[in-house]
């Protein structure tokens, strides 16, 4: 007669999921993937903007240094040309130029280009990148 009761205790244990139960938590964790995944694209495509604008201010910054160094120098601002041969266009191992000039350039970061647009400088003001 135990033998009998036990086995019918274990006959009839209920402790694992329902199929509804299963389906229900793969739907919200397949809710929960999609939103992640919308966010994780949207941040990517934030780190470039962020990305190209750090460079602009970095381009503006070092144009704005060297243009005071040379203000300052004995020899004084010359030319546009004089700004541009002496300022260190080299953003790091991320960032490559494609094409670079007085009047701008091609500037590349992890496979996405952007081309920036510069305003020379003058004996009065530094030049100025832009997008």
Do not use: C
């Not at 389906?23 to 995944?37: E, F, P």
């Amino acid at each position: 007669m135990r033998e009998s009761r036990l086995h019918r205790s274990l006959a009839t244990d209920n402790n694992g999921f329902t199929l509804i139960e299963i389906i229900a938590v793969l739907t919200i964790l397949g809710i929960i993937g999609s939103i992640t995944a919308e966010r994780v694209i949207a941040l990517d495509k934030s780190a470039f903007q962020k990305s190209y604008e750090w460079a602009i201010s970095e381009l503006n910054s070092r144009e704005g240094l060297t243009w005071s160094k040379i203000k300052l120098s004995d020899t004084s601002w010359v030319d546009d040309s004089q700004l541009i041969a002496d300022v260190n266009y080299d953003l790091g191992p991320e960032h490559t130029w494609s094409s670079k000039s007085a009047g701008g350039g091609t500037l590349h970061f992890k496979g996405q280009q952007i081309v920036l647009q510069r305003l020379p400088s003058t004996s009065s003001s530094p030049g100025t990148w832009s997008m």
